[in-house]
């Protein structure tokens, strides 16, 4: 038996285990004692990662569409076809009729060769991956606020916070080590503030629990800074030092006029005002605060807007810059953090460097061997807008690595439509309902059978290590890209080991220039540093913008006017649905359904309904119910429970026979392009 050390391939948390292998295969998993995070503790999904890894339904050859069919393919054969495809379609429409989705469960290796291969080999920004899905609006809004995108400081501070505000974040089910470091804060005496229209785990411990309708939520952020600013709470020598004053005195007026008044506010959040004015209070007169939030808070149409509003609150307290505050963003899949700090955005090369700054533009030009004429100057489509562009015929090329879309996107329907135009690249692990669209299928090595890099929520950038071969021809993600480069005469894709893209990202990308390969795993730091890390002799960062002096200078606050959601319930449609993840499962459930001991814990969707509408409505607890909205329906069974307010339902979005996300709408934050995942209005009607 050997023990390889590793990161978790699921939540952002990065915890570190060992994966056990035995006769070339792996056979269970055990907690890393030392690991700083996670210190010995795994969730269950954890503590089952290698389950998914030797299921029989691996993809083990290339497979070909012959006439609706598919069939096995040599390599060759279907990477010849690929660059075939691509290039002709390349010199007939140009580059940007072709797209490329990237993914976070890749490594940080693998989304910068894959951002390469569109920018340098395909000369198109149309590169995007699923952050645009959960977290664009996180980037969007922070990198405006602070000037830079990520959580602000380390998982272990929450346990020095004072007080923790939790808002669109169901942290033990999503991020259930770090929700069991607030449950350890709050045991502290820290103070617990839960803001969530579901009454989560963590609500039942909190000090107080507000429950906003879903899209509300720049309404009651507003709010609490009316009432800290009433009350004279703010931290005045902070704002004094370290924001722009003139934008400050702008937000201040906007939030401090009676709309935002705790009664006013009460009228569009169904928080009660009284409840609203003790919570901000509360967090307030406990510093250091840190907020927490995750994607109750970013998928929306307001989701810039939300991001703003929790900065707005943060910095008017003086919780940014200093140890246990901070806003506190949880990415939730393993890599998302480093697929946006490789540059798997349609706006950003590797480090947050603007895609139309054309002095960055030359620099890329010339590390990539490229000229810096034939570089796309402008910022690329977005995962949605691609996915729109391919249905109207624009994108006629598409290249998708380790996304489902026709399980994460909204408005399944219309996205199945869209992706039955284009010539259609899909590479992953197991055949999905993507897969099935495909005319190109390539077969993708695991997290267990490659070497690479993760970046876990708080920028620690940590080894993946390999422990077995990869089952049949499948193959390490960055070797196809590569394949695929160099059959349309650019090599500048091919490496011999992740390690040599690594040392090329520490030489483009200066939030990464001291973190090299030998340096993270090395006995000085074992599991990893933290961006930025601007050369090799730097420790790394624990929390961002020390002192107050953020990334950009002085921060920034913004005025951020409420505006209802897209859709609002009516006659016909009468609840509001929010969507979201549960503890058993990853993402479109590509990996967790293979797992037996995770299937069997949740095998399928369901739909939380509170108990008087459900009476209302004769639904009766664990029966079928059809839930429709305008743009399709699913039927599933019903889970009667008050843990949803009357009005609001909540259905998972992992399960593709029971697909949330036909219900959901695509109307997009005008900043970041997030869809709005988190509320759309439905029927329901017993099945
Ligand atoms: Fe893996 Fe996240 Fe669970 Fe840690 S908390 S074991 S990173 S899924």
């Known amino acids: 038996m050997r023990r390889v050390l590793t990161t978790c391939p699921y939540c952002g948390t990065g915890c570190n285990m060992y994966l056990i292998v035995e006769d070339g295969e792996v056979v269970g998993v055990a907690p890393c004692e030392s690991h700083p995070v996670s210190e010995g503790r795994l969730c269950i999904k954890g503590w089952k990662a290698h389950e998914f890894i030797h299921s029989p339904d691996r993809l083990t050859r290339p497979l070909i569409k012959r006439h609706g069919r598919f069939v096995e393919a040599s390599w060759d054969e279907a990477l010849d076809l690929v660059a075939e495809k691509f290039l002709k379609i390349f010199n007939h429409y140009g580059p940007r009729a072709l797209g490329f989705f990237s993914s976070a469960r890749c490594t940080n290796e693998e989304n910068y060769v894959m ?31 602070f000037g830079s995108g990520a959580m602000t400081n380390s998982i272990n501070e929450l346990l020095d916070a004072r007080s923790i505000l939790v808002t669109g974040s169901n942290t033990t089910e999503q991020h259930p080590i770090i929700g ?41 952020l507003n709010s609490f800074i009316h009432v800290i600013l009433e009350e004279g709470l703010e931290d005045r020598g902070f704002i004094r030092d370290h924001l722009e004053s003139e934008a400050f005195e702008e937000m201040k007026k906007a939030v401090t006029s009676d709309r935002y008044s705790p009664e006013d506010t009460e009228k569009i959040t169904s928080i009660p005002a009284n409840d609203l004015r003790r919570a901000a209070i509360l967090f307030a007169s406990n510093r250091p605060g840190s907020l927490v939030y995750s994607m109750g808070i970013t998928q929306h149409v ?72 034939e570089m796309d100057d402008r910022v690329g489509l977005t995962i949605v807008e691609m996915v729109e562009a391919a249905g109207e015929g624009e994108i006629k090329g598409l290249y998708i690595v380790g996304e489902n879309p026709m399980v994460s996107d909204p408005d399944i329907n219309h996205t199945k439509e869209c992706l039955e135009k284009p010539f259609l690249v899909v ?13 190109v299928v390539l077969p993708a090595a695991s997290f267990a059978e490659k070497n690479g890099t ?48 690594l040392d090329e990202i520490n030489r483009v990308t200066p939030i990464y220039a001291g973190i090299t390969w030998e340096r993270i795993g090395s006995e000085d730091f074992p599991f990893g540093i933290s961006w930025p890390c601007p050369d090799v002799d730097h420790l790394g960062t624990t929390f961002l913008h020390g002192g107050g002096n953020f990334s950009r200078g002085k921060g920034r606050c913004h005025v951020c006017e409420y505006v209802p959601p897209p859709e609002k319930p009516d ?19 590509t990996m967790t359904r293979r797992s037996p001991t995770l299937d069997r814990e949740v095998r399928s969707g369901y739909i939380e309904v509170n108990p008087e509408d459900a ?50 709408i695509a109307a997009l934050d005008p900043v970041a392009k997030i869809p709005s995942l988190k509320v759309c209005a439905v029927k329901l009607e017993r099945a």
């Not at 590479?427 to 005319?439: G, I, K, N, R, S």
């Open 180 to 220: 069991g470091k607030i449950i350890r804060a709050r045991e502290r005496g820290a103070k617990l503030i839960v803001v969530d229209p579901r009454e989560i785990q963590l609500a039942k411990l909190a000090d107080i629990h507000l429950r906003p309708l879903p899209g509300t939520d720049v309404a009651w």
């Open 615 to 664: 009476e209302r409505l004769g639904i009766r607890h664990n029966r079928m119910v059809k839930v429709s909205s305008r743009r399709g329906e699913i039927t599933v069974r019903a889970e009667v429970s008050s843990i949803v307010p009357p009005g609001v339902v909540f259905a998972p979005w992992h399960f593709e026979e029971a697909a949330a996300n036909k219900l959901t």
């Open 302 to 373: 307001q989701g810039t807007d939300n991001v703003k509003s929790v900065a707005n609150l943060q910095m008017i307290l003086g919780n940014v810059g200093f140890h246990a505050t901070g806003v506190n963003p949880l990415r939730g899949q393993h890599n998302v953090q480093g697929a946006c700090d490789m540059g798997a955005l349609s706006s950003w090369y590797p480090g947050y460097q603007p895609v139309t700054d054309s002095e960055v533009m030359g620099r890329m030009a010339d590390a990539w061997g490229v000229k810096v004429e």
């Open 115 to 145: 951002q390469k291969l569109a920018r340098a080999a395909f000369k198109t920004n149309n590169i995007d991956h699923c952050a645009r899905l959960c977290h664009a609006s996180t980037v969007a809004g922070l990198v405006a606020a």
């Open 571 to 589: 006659g016909e449609y009468p609840f509001r649905l929010t969507t979201g993840r549960i503890a058993f499962h990853y993402h479109t459930g």
């Open 454 to 501: 993760y970046t876990s929520t708080q920028r620690t950038v940590s080894r993946i290590r390999k422990a077995i071969e990869p089952p049949g021809e499948s193959k390490p993600d960055h070797w196809i890209m590569g394949q695929i480069a160099e059959r349309v005469g650019y090599s500048g894709c091919s490496y011999p080991s992740p390690k040599e893209i």
């Open 427 to 439: 590479q992953d692990l197991f055949v999905t309902p993507t897969t099935e669209l495909a005319d």
